[in-house]
């Protein structure tokens, strides 16, 4: 099939209460390890691309990939993604460009600067038969350009949201419940200790999340930030030269009930990279000798792949649901 916008896909997570992986692709093995486990477990996916990843790799580039893709699983539904488009320009360039979704993030503007800027580009969106993502709050953390602060990350206020979508007429909205960008999600100090002596990290603010669901009943939630930054990635990385000490993310549990619940997009981005990362590492220790790309690539392309399935199977709930 050809790719689809996530309008239809929303509706089934919502009322099947589960949600649809939203995958962040950089390169030709990321997008090959997350679709080849999707085309497996049949189920639905959104590949979603940053501003970073297409300076990065090139739009036209990505978009070929994905298509390609699309190709080889003709089976399940494929969402191409803008992931934080940071103005109107950009998401036009991707709606133009053959994308089927756009996310415009004015989260860091006034109220009703958001409001303005989302209008805009749900607008010119719609009127190509393209979805849109906006957002309300704003996650702190680092990840490709969105760099935001904890001190100027806040929460989502759920008096704002019947306002903001019924101005803007959005089709999903992204809040902030206690996620965050990157590997980094929490400092030791907002994070408890187990009997283990790991960091715990604090619940997510399920109140919010509620209250959003009450005021807009049937609309479909977003949660960025939502990597669970696997134990066994971080340990492989540091094993192996690396430096991340108090790497923490969401716990999949966490996730999991947010999926049961209105949220039917999750972000998940550093995980992929820790995976990709963690191989690599751990191949050159075993294999300095060793200098092919495809050597090195095959592993970490497989690791992903395995990652996503656990995913889809464990996390999300969307295994099966193509």
Excluded: W
């Excluded at 494929?78 to 133009?96: A, N, R």
């Excluded at 007429?169 to 590997?183: E, N, P």
């Excluded at 005021?215 to 340990?235: A, K, T």
């Amino acid at each position: 099939m050809p790719l689809v916008t996530s309008k239809d896909m929303f509706k089934k997570a919502y009322e099947g209460h589960y949600a649809i992986g939203a995958f962040n692709v950089n390169n030709m093995e990321i997008v090959q390890g997350i679709t080849e486990a999707c085309k497996e477990e049949k189920a639905p996916v959104i590949l979603q691309v940053s501003k970073g990843a297409r300076a990065y790799a090139n739009h036209t580039y990505l978009v070929k990939l994905v298509e390609a893709a699309v190709k080889e699983c003709p089976d399940i539904p494929v969402v191409l993604h803008l992931d934080h488009g940071p103005d109107f320009e950009t998401c036009k360039s991707c709606i133009d460009g053959g994308f089927t979704s756009v996310m415009i993030d004015a989260s860091s503007k006034p109220f009703a600067e958001n409001i303005e800027i989302t209008k805009k580009v749900v607008e010119y969106a719609h009127d190509h038969g393209v979805v849109v993502e906006a957002e309300l709050g704003s996650l702190a953390g680092i990840e490709d350009d969105v760099k935001v602060s904890a001190a100027d990350s806040s929460y989502t206020r759920p008096e704002e949201v019947e306002e903001f979508v019924s101005k803007t007429g959005c089709d999903s909205l992204a809040i902030a419940i206690g996620t965050s960008h990157g590997a980094y999600k929490f400092t030791p100090e907002q994070c408890t200790r187990n009997e283990k002596g790991i960091l715990v990290p604090p619940p997510l603010r399920f109140d919010i999340l509620e209250e959003v669901m009450k005021r807009l009943p049937g609309f479909p939630i977003v949660l960025h930030g939502s990597s669970s930054v696997p134990q066994n990635f971080v340990e492989m990385i540091n094993s192996h030269g690396g430096k991340m000490p108090n790497a923490i993310g969401v716990p999949e549990e966490q996730l999991r009930k947010a999926a049961e619940l209105a949220v039917c997009k999750i972000n998940i981005d550093s995980d992929l990279r820790l995976a990709m990362t963690g191989t690599i590492r751990e191949f050159f220790d075993a294999h300095p000798d060793k200098f092919d790309p495809r050597e090195y690539l095959k592993p970490a392309r497989a690791n992903i792949k395995e990652l996503v399935r656990h995913k889809l199977r464990d996390v999300l709930g969307c295994a099966g649901k193509a």
